[in-house]
């Protein structure tokens, strides 16, 4: 473990599952809920340098014996005042939410976003997710939303926490940059795009216009729905348009992050901000 002895001076060895740190990480991997300070926990190279890159704050990193090989390059993003703590595989094993660990956890607190956050950027593309449960599908939805330009979203309180691992780890850095707005009603998301004179077009699974028949180019609130119900009958009966993914037969539907991201890359085509100039 060479790469490991070359940080004991700056990472305190930590032995007891019991350590209060190692509890407050695994209720937070567990739960999906920032601790009573409000940090979040991260699990894998790839998030927690996303995490780093996106200049959060810190409050602690986790490694185990075997991630000596990432350490340098995640020490050199690691704020002066992050404590650092290494432990054994067995014990990183016991806070781990993954499968096959990769042996690196943090401790991190997210960014806070304000609703004018959402619509600072024209033309606005906001997104409004509503019941959608499923952590991997919504981190799915939020990567989507990064990449195609998306203003914000809105996370209704029947959706999936952006705080849960899976979210954070499906989300691939994303929800670390996304302006993300949690807590709110649909109705009340709807209220206030109207407020900033948006049109709401909402995704149904049949008998709505194809999505190139509708125009993205102004300011918009695209509404998803949960994995299992869908849009409710209110919010679809509030849309200025319904929108429907053309489908083979005789597949009735998409789930939530495979229709998301085609209408996205929809409105990022027409908008001129796909990548590809098409």
Request: proline share 5%; glycine share 8%.
């Amino acid at each position: 473990m060479p790469s490991v002895k070359r940080h004991r001076q700056t990472w305190e060895r930590i032995s007891s599952r019991a350590n209060p740190l190692l509890q407050s990480l695994r209720s937070a991997l567990r739960t999906g809920k920032p601790d009573a300070a409000g940090f979040c926990a991260v699990e894998g190279v790839h998030v927690v340098r996303e995490a780093l890159a996106a200049k959060l704050e810190v409050y602690a990193m986790v490694a185990s014996e075997s991630a000596g090989r990432h350490l340098p390059a995640i020490e050199s993003l690691l704020p002066s005042r992050t404590r650092r703590y290494l432990v054994s595989e067995r014990v990183f094993a016991t806070i781990a939410d993954t499968e096959s660990p990769q042996g690196i956890a943090a401790m991190v607190r997210l960014p806070e976003w304000e609703e004018a956050d959402l619509f600072r950027d024209e033309p606005q593309l906001v997104l409004l997710l509503d019941g959608v449960q499923d952590p991997g599908n919504l981190g799915a939805i939020l990567r989507s939303a990064e990449a195609f330009h998306a203003t914000g979203v809105f996370l209704t309180r029947s959706s999936a926490r952006r705080t849960n691992p899976k979210v954070l780890r499906a989300a691939a850095g994303s929800v670390f940059r996304l302006p993300i707005v949690e807590g709110k009603s649909a109705r009340e998301a709807i209220a206030s795009a109207r407020n900033h004179q948006l049109r709401l077009f909402a995704a149904v699974p049949r008998e709505g216009k194809s999505p190139a028949m509708v125009d993205f180019r102004a300011g918009v609130v695209l509404a998803i729905g949960g994995e299992g119900q869908g849009l409710s009958a209110e919010v679809a009966a509030l849309a200025d348009e319904r929108i429907s993914v053309p489908m083979a037969l005789p597949v009735e539907s998409l789930n939530a992050a495979a229709a998301a991201s085609v209408l996205l890359y929809e409105a990022a085509r027409q908008r001129g901000t796909s990548g590809w100039g098409i």
